[in-house]
């Protein structure tokens, strides 16, 4: 091991060699008295540091040319991160083509230009994976805080006919090629942590995509097994911090008052290290997932979270390599109690009630005696925030189990859960009465977010400014010409060739068939269009279904053919011919009405 502290001998000795060495001399008698000294060549320069001769500054040493403040640079760097995230090499073109700079050079180099934007923060690496400094926490003693995590397992999915586990790799699905088997679903593992002891609790979960009722499903389990933790720690996911979980943090919160409460706490966004804990159970947790695989029977469902178990069990005796205590003694350490509320309290909390209803024409639905409203508009606000295409307009006054809704009823709150095609929905309680307009409710930063920050005023006014003129930016290769005949090839094109370089090339031969035994050939063919059909937009549809006779110009048969289209600017024609078949006729409608 080096020694790193030294005698006053070997320093002075050190530094009556060194004194007055640079270059090549310096490092020569630097390695030879840190062999000597047993310790790193760094402690020796560092002990010689002032009796030898400093570096000579650059003679070009001063202030810049150019920054970020000149008008140019900053333009530029709009366009690397803020508009369009162009390459500087790009962006220096584009802002040489601008009219508000007159034709003016950029004032620095290509080199230069990277070199600010790695020093500010901004460079691609930086933009593509943002990272932001942070310190490591740990609580203070268990049932502190749970770090709470969802994570997708890697091609393994579920036959849901079988129950067993699947394995289904990249080339059968991705985001390019989505499943299209209606009898697999994805499976998903659930992980909750003791931050102070690191004791895990995993599930699995087959489903599309987890709700706010998998979580609920989950933590109802989870808290029953190890206890109800102060604080549950967890990322901004729209299902966790949904307002079933909101309102089961307050009930518990008040049952548990006087032993510390319960809080639902959530990191920032873009910042997975605050919940490093579990995210290292799900790296720990996919190394076991590989058993599944070695099996020649390929396990159940149930198997598998029973495998789930006993992998928690097995990491819960094991030293853990930063406490170097097992999980499970730690956790068990000290005299906190385990607080775990009777069943009442947490079902109160976690469980509610769960129809499966069919909608009414008129958009409502009953339940326990009375009847509520479901949004009536185009577009409803769905899981994140997002507005999407209002489900229960298909469903509305529709029989049979593929037009019914799964309604979650909570009590004692002002809203409930609908669940459309896995789609969770939370709705405003309304009982059914007059229509009513709908009611929507609406740390330290680092140096590349507080230049994003900059660029992105500065872009907004740039772009305010060029609407009030009537102007717009100049792109080469867009605004630019093409290249005629007899031009020239722009320098960055043909470096070194000079103006009016281009290669003689000579005509492509060229080969022709008759045209009467072309045509003796697709005879009788097929046209493309009756095969595959077209595509047809709303209003040509429209159109063409009225002069058919096929509908008519009701609202009724135009909310119809909306439904068709579902949100897409244009569908397949053949798509459009089969929908008007289930429909049936005209005479037929007006019997059935």
Wanted: net charge positive; glycine share 8%; aromatic share 8%.
């Amino acid at each position: 091991m080096p020694k790193y502290t030294l005698d006053a001998d070997t320093v002075q000795g050190a530094r009556n060699a060194l004194a007055g060495l640079s270059g090549a001399l310096a490092k020569q008698e630097a390695e030879r008295w840190a062999a000597a000294a047993g310790c790193h060549v760094n402690r020796i320069y560092e002990v010689t540091k002032d009796v030898r001769p400093q570096r000579k500054q650059r003679t070009d040493r001063g202030k810049r040319q150019a920054d970020i403040n000149h008008p140019m640079v900053k333009f530029a760097m709009e366009l690397i991160t803020v508009q369009g995230k162009v390459d500087p090499q790009a962006a220096i073109e584009i802002a040489e083509a601008q009219d508000e700079f007159q034709g003016e050079k950029f004032p620095v180099s290509l080199g230069t230009l990277r070199r600010y934007v790695r020093e500010l923060g901004i460079n691609r690496g930086a933009l593509r994976n943002p990272r932001r400094p942070h310190r490591r926490f740990e609580a203070k003693s268990p049932l502190d805080i749970f770090q709470f995590d969802i994570s997708g397992v890697k091609e393994r999915w579920l036959d849901v006919r079988t129950r067993r586990i699947l394995k289904v790799t990249q080339l059968d699905v991705s985001k390019n090629h989505p499943n299209q088997n209606p009898i697999r679903v994805p499976l998903w593992k659930f992980a909750l942590v003791d931050d102070y002891s690191r004791l895990k609790h995993v599930r699995f979960v087959a489903c599309l995509k987890p709700n706010s009722c998998h979580v609920i499903d989950f933590l109802w389990e989870a808290f029953r097994t190890l206890g109800i933790p102060k604080v549950l720690y967890t990322d901004n996911d729209a299902i966790i911090v949904s307002r079933r979980m909101r309102r089961a943090a307050s009930i518990l919160d008040k049952a548990f008052t006087e032993s510390g409460g319960f809080r639902l706490d959530q990191h920032k966004a873009g910042n997975p290290n605050a919940t490093g804990k579990v995210e290292n159970c799900h790296l720990w947790f996919e190394r076991f997932e590989k058993r599944i695989g070695v099996k020649y029977k390929t396990p159940d469902f149930e198997t598998l979270n029973k495998f789930a178990a006993n992998v928690c069990e097995r990491g819960s005796w094991q030293i853990h390599r930063d406490t170097g205590v097992a999980p499970m003694l730690r956790f068990r350490e000290g005299h906190a109690a385990m607080r775990v509320p009777p069943d009442a309290v947490l079902d109160s909390a976690f469980k509610a009630g769960v129809f499966t209803l069919s909608i009414a024409a008129d958009l409502t639905f009953g339940v326990e005696g009375k009847r509520y409203q479901l949004p009536r508009s185009a577009q409803i606000m769905g899981p994140g925030s997002q507005r999407l295409p209002n489900p229960f307009l298909d469903r509305a006054g529709r029989r049979g189990d593929a037009f019914k809704v799964e309604i979650i009823w909570p009590p004692d709150v002002d809203y409930f859960v609908a669940i459309v095609d896995g789609t969770q929905f939370e709705i405003d309680r309304k009982l059914a009465v007059a229509d009513a307009a709908d009611e929507y409710k609406t740390a330290a930063e680092s140096v590349g977010q507080r230049t994003i920050k900059t660029l992105e005023a500065s872009a907004k006014e740039r772009k305010a400014a060029h609407r009030a003129a009537g102007t717009d930016l100049n792109v080469p290769l867009i605004d630019s010409p093409a290249i005629a005949a007899s031009g020239s090839i722009p320098a960055i094109l043909g470096e070194g060739q000079g103006e009016g370089y281009r290669v003689a090339m000579m005509p492509r031969r060229r080969i022709e068939t008759d045209p009467a035994l072309l045509a003796s050939l697709t005879a009788g063919a097929v046209p493309p269009s009756m095969v595959e059909g077209r595509l047809i937009d709303y209003w040509t549809a429209l159109g063409q279904l009225i002069d058919e006779g096929a509908i008519s110009s009701s609202e009724f048969d135009k909310t119809w053919l909306k439904s068709i289209f579902n949100g897409r600017d244009e569908i397949n024609d053949t798509e459009l011919r089969e929908a008007l078949g289930r429909r049936g006729s005209p005479a037929v409608r007006e019997g059935v009405a």
